[in-house]
């Protein structure tokens, strides 16, 4: 029962902190505080609502406003994206879900072979049924650990 007192003055505190313009390096900071103290078996997803936005509730502490902006959050890549890009955030997670699967079916990366930058190859992933809708974009594949970018090397 204490704990639930507790947890009402925290919400009460967190309802009262300012709105106000935040930036996006502002909130890249603010999650990268928040991973840091994280416990190791907690996920940084808790952090990302169903919708891909971010849980400002839990940022509170360290951006001590609440931002008037929507920022959002790939739950594959970890990667935060600003309200117009939120397209790309969700483009990212279905690429990169298509391609760990294309990778634990085939044992390859769905590439081209000889592509000296790594282009996902969206042909590949279609001919698996593992990708329903080509991306607007092309996305590429990192050198460490095989994540999914849309920024070219």
């Given amino acids: 029962m204490w704990k639930?007192?507790?947890?009402?003055?925290?919400?009460?505190?967190?309802?009262?902190?300012?709105?106000r313009p935040v930036s996006l390096s502002e909130v890249k900071d603010a999650v990268r505080r928040y991973s840091a103290e994280l416990a190791s078996e907690i996920p940084l997803q808790v952090i990302i609502n169903s919708?891909?936005?971010?849980?400002?509730?839990?940022l509170a502490p360290y951006l001590e406003a609440k931002p008037q902006q929507t920022?959002?959050?790939s739950r594959e890549t970890y990667e935060i994206f600003e309200e117009k890009d939120k397209q790309l955030a969700e483009d990212l997670d279905k690429v990169q879900q298509a391609v760990?699967?294309?990778?634990?079916q085939t044992g390859k990366l769905p590439i081209t072979?000889?592509?000296p930058d790594k282009q996902v190859n969206y042909l590949k992933?279609?001919?698996l049924g593992l990708l329903s809708n080509r991306p607007d974009r092309p996305f590429f594949i990192t050198e460490e650990e095989d994540m999914v970018t849309h920024r070219q090397p």
């Fill in 4 to 19: 639930k007192s507790k947890k009402l003055k925290n919400d009460s505190q967190q309802k009262q902190l300012p709105a």
């Fill in 51 to 58: 919708d891909r936005t971010i849980d400002y509730q839990l």
């Fill in 71 to 73: 920022y959002y959050m």
């Fill in 100 to 104: 760990d699967h294309y990778r634990e």
């Fill in 113 to 115: 072979e000889g592509d």
């Fill in 125 to 127: 992933l279609e001919k």
